[in-house]
């Protein structure tokens, strides 16, 4: 098969980075069929990706399996428990943790870095600042205003094809669907809860409620919006949820009259965390209960 014409470095990097439209896509693959030149410099620039290295690394784990002797294969590959392999020591252990750890670390790592991660840090940081450089009293006001929604935002930006490079192939694995999501929200949910409480204890109370009091929100509303997620998708469900808790919280507050913004946001919190706990906790069950009924629904979110 001849060709009359091959790739452009722009046509074989947004091919790489997934920005060429499908059609473009399925016509550079077509012509990949015929022209060894094109294929290299397609396979090279695919390499160089966030998906491309996983793979790689995916591949040689697998090679190094397949090709072991047949006797020394572990019980997972080859389907029986008659061998067992000895506990690794000394200089095999570092490699036996990295080989056992990295599917772990996939599944986590959208979870871990990113743009959420960088918002927690900002928000933390920047309440404290707010409260020790510039002397405002409402620093946990503000802070315990938004913090039911972090969570939120950090499983939203952790989870679907927007979010992590590799979401078709890991969706589609034993370990993909509501599993994955529920590793990611645990990561965030580990990240986020003690940093913000642990921030919100180190300002003054100025009338907000307690440090802790946004928990059991925080969770009921992650756990809604996951809910929500096997109907609409990730991002529709935060943006419902994250909408819902600031109509819930701003509009009765720049609705009452007396005193400056903050006074009447700390009164709103009181009234939506203090005086509703058992109303959340409730939540909380009844939302883990309504995704569990819908945790199929997961297995076919690949576009959401």
């Not at 570092?94 to 870095?113: I, Q």
């Amino acid at each position: 098969m001849t060709t009359t014409w091959h790739a452009s470095t722009d046509l074989v990097s947004r091919y790489a980075d997934g920005s060429l439209p499908e059609a473009d896509a399925w016509s550079l693959e077509k012509h990949l069929e015929g022209c060894t030149d094109c294929a290299a410099q397609v396979s090279a620039a695919v390499r160089e990706t966030t998906a491309g290295v996983v793979l790689t690394d995916v591949r040689n784990l697998i090679l190094a399996e397949v090709t072991r002797p047949e006797g020394a294969r572990g019980s997972d590959m080859c389907g029986s428990a008659a061998w067992a392999p000895p506990a690794p020591t000394g200089p095999h252990l570092h490699k036996h943790l990295r080989t056992h750890l990295k599917p772990t670390l996939w599944s986590l790592g959208p979870a871990l870095r990113g743009t959420w991660l960088l918002a927690l840090l900002s928000v933390t940081l920047g309440a404290l600042l707010l409260n020790r450089a510039a002397g405002y009293e409402g620093a946990r006001t503000l802070l315990l205003t938004i913090a039911p929604v972090i969570p939120v935002a950090g499983v939203a930006l952790s989870y679907g094809r927007h979010a992590d490079p590799l979401h078709e192939i890991t969706s589609a694995t034993p370990s993909g669907g509501l599993r994955l999501v529920l590793t990611r929200t645990a990561a965030v949910l580990g990240v986020s809860l003690p940093a913000v409480t642990l921030t919100g204890a180190a300002l003054p109370a100025s009338g907000a409620p307690g440090a802790a009091a946004w928990l059991l929100p925080g969770l009921a509303l992650t756990l809604g919006s996951l809910t929500l997620a096997s109907y609409v998708g990730c991002r529709a469900a935060t943006a419902v949820t994250g909408v819902g808790w600031g109509a819930a919280v701003l509009v009765p507050a720049l609705a009452a009259r007396g005193g400056p913004l903050t006074t009447r946001l700390a009164g709103q919190l009181a009234a939506c965390f203090d005086g509703a706990q058992p109303g959340w906790a409730a939540a909380v069950a009844l939302c883990a209960a309504l995704l569990a009924a819908r945790r199929n629904a997961y297995d076919h979110m690949e576009n959401r």
